[in-house]
């Protein structure tokens, strides 16, 4: 059987648990070093994955900045640039978006009756795999482990968090607390309601919490509660 690969789940929030504000222009809560630092957890992966919505939202390219990091890839026998994965329920992709048009190669996974319609937007801009009739991430995780894909990094959004969290797939967690409020009710936020493994009592064990700049990183182990 082969394995799946080791999930981490990587978001930077504000003290009150959003990923952005509501407003048009993208709240930056990580500072410099911040951004770095997620630029070598990105070189370190094998898949990068964010869900639809925060690629229509955010539209980013979603590369390894640093020159150093894709060219020690290559030297590794690696590809310059992770495999990018998105998952969609609907379909609704825009061929014209950054995400598609940087970097490797890219995958997205989808449902049945959206298949078609993503391979007709997308042509060959990536491969397309429909998981049945609904989204099921077990299947995600075997056919990114079938692909050779040993260490996954998921940069969101809430809701795809969400899944993963609830259904006991992530290994681990980077948490970045920027030290601004947002306040506002619709606002997105890292997670959702949810029945969460082991419920509100069921304490994740730490394995660092260390500052950057005026960031706080936490970084938890969610399969080890106790």
């Known amino acids: 059987m082969t394995a799946r690969p080791y999930v981490l789940l990587s978001a930077a929030t504000s003290v009150d648990g959003c990923l952005d504000d509501t407003s048009d222009n993208r709240l930056l809560l990580s500072n410099s070093a911040d951004f770095d630092r997620v630029d070598e957890v990105r070189a370190s992966c094998d898949a990068i994955l964010i869900g639809a919505t925060t690629m229509r939202r955010d539209n980013p ?13 290559i030297a590794d026998g690696r590809p310059e640039y992770p495999l990018k994965v998105t998952v969609t329920a609907t379909g609704d992709l825009d061929a014209d978006l950054k995400f598609w048009h940087f970097g490797g190669e890219k995958l997205v996974f989808t449902v049945d009756s959206a298949v078609e319609k993503v391979r007709a937007t997308l042509g060959g801009l990536a491969d397309v795999v429909s998981t049945g009739p609904g989204l099921d991430w077990g299947q995600v995780l075997d056919e990114l482990g079938r692909r050779g894909i040993r260490r996954l990094m998921v940069e969101g959004g809430g809701t795809i968090h969400t899944q993963l969290m609830s259904r006991n797939l992530a290994d681990e ?21 949810a029945e969460y493994p082991g419920g509100s009592a069921a304490r994740m064990r730490l394995l660092e919490a260390q500052t950057i700049g005026d960031v706080v990183l936490l970084r938890y182990a969610p399969k080890e509660r106790s």
């Open 173 to 193: 967690v980077h948490l970045a607390i920027a030290p601004l409020l947002v306040g506002q009710a619709n606002a997105p936020r890292f997670l959702g309601t």
């Open 61 to 73: 390219r979603l590369l390894v900045n640093n020159a150093e990091r894709r060219a020690k890839r």
